[in-house]
C-alpha cells in the first residue's frame, strides 16, 4: 500500500480528504470487545455510523465480534428490505473506449480485441431478449467512446431501450453507468427518463487513480469525482456509486466511500441511491487484473460489505455476476440488495451467444435469471423487478424521506410480490414457479398487515391478466 498523504485543498472540490482518512486509520486497533459492541447496539436504531466508527469496526479480526458485525447487519437489512433482492441486467451496447484503464479488457491498447458499437437495431434485440428472459431493469453499459463522437448515441440507446416492447414485457427502467458528463449532456440523459445514473470513482486515492488511468479523459480524478454533483444539478437525485476493489487498501476505500456519501447529503440533503462493491476480475489484455495489487480476500470483502450495511442503512448495495454464486448468496444476508442475473459484458452477448465482441471482464456467475430466480426463492428472499418509485417520483430525498421512518415496505413489499408474481405467470420454469409460489406465500404470511393486505390484491390482479400493477 502506498501511504502517501495527499495535500488537501480547502475547495468545494475536494470531496475526498486523505489526511483525515488516514488519521482515522492510523489509530490502529485501540479497540476493546465492550466498544465495538457498543458501536453495533447504536447502530441498530439505523442511524448510520461515523468515520472512526467504521474504522473501528474494520480493525475486527475475532470471529465472535465478526459474527456479531454480520448479525448486526442482518437486523438492519432485515428492518429495511425485508426478503426483497432486487434484480437487474446490464446491457453493454458498446466496448469502443478512449482510455487507458489498466484493468480493463476494454482499454484503448488493447488492439487484441473486436470493436463493436451496437446499432439501434441490435440495440433493441439484446433488449427483446431481456424482455423474454422477464427482465425488467436494465443497465446501459459503454465503454468512453461513441460512434462518431457523437454522445446523442446513448440517448439514443436510452430510447430504443424503452420503445421495445413485447406481449407483456417491458423495460421500465433503464439506468446508466457510462462516462462522466458535462452539466448540459446530464440534464439531455435526465430528459430521456433515466432511473439511477451510476459511476464508480475506481479508486479514491488519487496517487493510486493515477497510476491505473494513463490516458484520456479519463485520467482526470476530479472530473469524475464531482460527476455526481452535475448529475444531481441536473436533476438526476438517484446517483450510484462505487469503487473497484484491488486498487488501493479496501479501508482507505470505504472510508471515503462514506466521505462521498457525507458530502452528496451535506450538500443535496440526500446520499447516493446505491454503492456498488465490483471487485477486480481477469480482464482480456490486461496483466494488471491478474493479480491486482490489493486484491481483497472473500472475508475482508464480507467483513466490507456488512460494514457498509450498518454505516449507511437506507443506500442500496449493488451485487453483480463478478462475482460466484456462493458468495453472492452470502453477502444477501449481510446486506447485498441488488443483484444483476443471467449477464453477458460483450455488446449483442445476449441475442448471439456466439458475438465475438470482446466481454469486459470474466464473470463468477453464469446461471441464466431463471436458475437464479429459483435458488434465491428456494433460500427464502423474493426477487423484486419494481420499478414504481422511480416511475411514481419518489427519487433522491423523497425516496429517503420515505425510506428512513421505514415506510417505503409498505411500498416495496407489495411491488416486488405483484412483479415477482407477473415473473412467475410470464415467464418462469415449472420448478422456479412453485418455488416462487411458496415463496410469496410464505413471505406474504410474515409481512405487516397492511403490505400483506395489498400484496394480496395484487397477486389477485395479475393472475386475472392485469400487468404493471404498484404503489
Ligand atoms: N466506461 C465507463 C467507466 O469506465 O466508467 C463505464 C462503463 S465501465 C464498462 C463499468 C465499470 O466496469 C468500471 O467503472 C469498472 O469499475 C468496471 N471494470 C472494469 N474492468 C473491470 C475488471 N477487470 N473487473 C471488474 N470490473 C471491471
Ligand atoms: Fe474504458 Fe470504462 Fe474500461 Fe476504462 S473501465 S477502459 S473507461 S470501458
Not at 299 to 309: C, G, H, M, V, Y
Request: charged share 25%.
Amino acid at each position: 500500500m502506498k501511504g502517501q498523504v495527499m495535500k488537501t485543498e480547502n475547495t468545494e472540490q475536494n470531496i475526498i480528504d486523505e489526511n483525515k482518512i488516514y488519521s482515522i486509520l492510523h489509530k490502529g486497533s485501540k479497540y476493546s470487545s465492550q466498544e465495538i459492541l457498543d458501536i453495533l447496539k447504536s447502530a441498530r436504531d439505523l442511524k448510520g455510523l461515523n468515520m472512526d466508527s467504521v474504522s473501528a469496526l474494520m480493525t475486527v479480526e475475532d470471529e465472535t465480534l465478526l459474527n456479531e458485525i454480520f448479525k448486526t447487519a442482518k437486523e438492519i437489512k432485515n428492518k429495511i428490505y425485508g426478503q426483497r433482492l432486487v434484480i437487474f441486467a446490464p446491457l453493454y451496447v458498446s466496448n469502443l473506449c478512449n482510455n487507458e484503464c489498466t484493468y480493463c479488457a476494454f482499454r484503448a491498447g488493447n488492439k487484441n480485441i473486436k470493436r463493436v458499437a451496437l446499432t439501434q437495431e441490435q440495440i433493441q434485440d439484446e433488449t427483446l431478449h431481456l424482455i423474454n428472459e422477464g427482465h425488467k431493469r436494465v443497465l446501459l453499459v459503454a465503454g468512453e467512446s461513441y460512434p462518431q463522437n457523437k454522445f446523442e448515441y446513448i440517448l439514443h440507446a436510452v430510447d430504443s431501450v424503452y420503445k421495445t416492447k413485447h406481449a407483456n414485457g417491458e423495460i421500465r427502467r433503464v439506468n446508466v453507468n457510462i462516462a462522466p458528463l458535462d452539466l448540459a449532456q446530464f440534464k439531455e440523459l435526465k430528459k430521456r427518463d433515466i432511473g439511477t445514473y451510476q459511476l464508480f470513482q475506481e479508486t479514491y486515492h488519487k496517487a493510486t487513480y493515477k497510476d491505473v488511468h494513463t490516458k484520456g479523459k479519463k485520467a482526470d480524478y476530479d472530473y469524475r469525482l464531482t460527476a455526481m454533483d452535475r448529475a444531481i444539478e441536473a436533476g438526476i437525485d438517484d446517483v450510484g456509486i462505487g469503487v473497484l476493489f484491488g486498487l488501493y487498501d479496501w479501508k482507505f476505500e470505504v472510508l471515503a466511500l462514506l466521505q462521498h456519501t457525507q458530502h452528496l447529503e451535506n450538500k443535496f440533503g440526500v446520499g447516493p441511491h446505491t454503492i456498488s462493491v465490483p471487485r477486480i476480475e481477469p480482464a482480456g489484455g490486461s496483466s494488471y487484473s491478474l493479480n491486482p495489487e490489493n486484491a481483497v480476500s472473500d472475508s475482508d470483502f464480507k467483513k466490507l460489505i456488512a460494514i457498509l450495511r450498518i454505516a449507511v442503512p437506507y443506500t442500496g448495495i449493488i451485487m453483480s455476476t463478478r462475482e460466484n454464486s456462493e458468495l453472492r448468496s452470502e453477502t444477501f444476508a449481510l446486506g447485498v440488495s441488488q443483484i444483476s442475473a443471467g449477464s453477458r459484458t460483450n455488446p449483442g452477448g445476449y441475442s448471439d451467444e456466439n458475438a465475438d465482441a470482446q466481454a469486459q471482464f470474466s464473470l463468477g456467475d453464469h446461471r441464466c435469471l431463471d436458475e437464479v430466480i429459483k435458488d434465491i426463492a428456494s433460500m427464502g428472499y423474493f426477487p423484486s423487478f419494481c420499478t414504481g418509485c422511480y416511475r411514481l417520483g419518489r427519487t433522491g430525498a423523497d425516496f429517503m424521506d420515505l425510506a428512513k421512518p421505514g415506510d417505503i415496505r409498505n411500498h416495496c413489499d407489495p411491488n416486488a410480490i405483484s412483479t415477482f408474481m407477473e415473473y412467475l405467470m410470464d415467464y418462469a420454469s415449472d420448478e422456479t414457479k412453485s418455488a416462487g409460489l411458496k415463496a410469496i406465500e410464505k413471505a406474504c404470511k410474515t409481512m405487516e398487515p397492511i403490505p400483506a393486505q395489498r400484496s394480496r390484491k395484487f397477486i389477485e390482479k395479475i393472475k386475472s391478466g392485469e400487468r404493471d400493477v404498484y404503489c
